[in-house]
């Protein structure tokens, strides 16, 4: 519990300062463009009639934005939240910017325990947002109601970091990221394998990413997996 207790405090710290610090679409920065995958997914989707999204862990809107400005001319909507206030304040302000604040709802709630409506949403994506969950039961929660409040034909974009791990560069320690939910890779794909079992998986990718960093003055590597999936709802509900 306190290991919970400290991830989240330092995940919700580092968010609110970069977010303060960084404006969205800032080049040379993690904001500077909306992910290319959550586009493409997007894309599959017939934009021609109205179109319904949800963001989890949404941050300042670098995906919710650009989705909304596709969306919005054919009366398609974003449902945008995140756990930190600021998030969404920046977002509502950029949503202004950007000229969408009318296709964009937003809230700020914990992913863990956000009500999604059932067979409502044709989009659902969640980027960085299921690995700052509590636990693997709490995972498999979220991502049952992420199913449940889709639509026919909807589509799932899930990307996530797995085996989070912090490499001292002086030292050569490897010890484990400080994360709320630090899934072994094999864990999380068969977990998701399992709970989209009757759905068409569209792209099931692990990548290794290394991030390097400075910490309490120290070099480090954040180093981990980078998990992408996505998944289209192929089931006929009668
Ligand atoms: C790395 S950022 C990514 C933001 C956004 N998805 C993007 O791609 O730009 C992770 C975001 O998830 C949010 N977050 C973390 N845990 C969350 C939770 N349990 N519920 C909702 N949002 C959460 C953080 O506040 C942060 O804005």
Not at 60 to 70: E, F, H, W, Y
Request: aromatic residues 8%.
């Amino acid at each position: 519990m306190k290991d919970l207790v400290q991830a989240r405090k330092k995940e919700m710290s580092y968010h609110e300062q970069f977010y303060r610090d960084t404006a969205l679409f800032e080049p040379g920065t993690w904001l500077s463009k909306p992910v290319e995958v959550v586009l493409d997914m997007l894309s599959r989707l017939d934009l021609n009639n109205e179109v319904r999204v949800l963001d989890l862990g949404c941050g300042v809107g670098r995906n919710s934005i650009p989705i909304a400005q596709k969306i919005q001319k054919t009366g398609g909507s974003v449902v945008s939240m995140d756990l930190l206030p600021i998030a969404i304040d920046k977002l509502r302000t950029y949503a202004e910017k950007y000229k969408v604040n009318e296709s964009i709802h937003t809230k700020v709630a914990d992913a863990e325990f956000y009500p999604i409506t059932p067979g409502h949403f044709d989009y659902i994506i969640a980027c960085s947002c299921l690995e700052h969950v509590s636990g693997i039961a709490a995972f498999r929660s979220v991502i049952q109601r992420m199913i449940n409040g889709t639509r026919n034909e909807g589509i799932h974009c899930i990307l996530m970091s797995t085996e989070v791990m912090e490499y001292q560069i002086e030292t050569g320690e490897e010890t484990e990221g400080e994360i709320e939910l630090n899934l072994k890779t094999e864990e999380a794909v068969s977990t998701l394998r399992e709970l989209y079992t009757d759905w068409e998986i569209l792209i099931q990718r692990a990548v290794p990413q290394t991030i390097h960093e400075k910490k309490y003055e120290k070099e480090i590597e954040f180093r981990s997996t980078w998990l992408t999936f996505a998944a289209r709802n192929a089931r006929k509900r009668f």
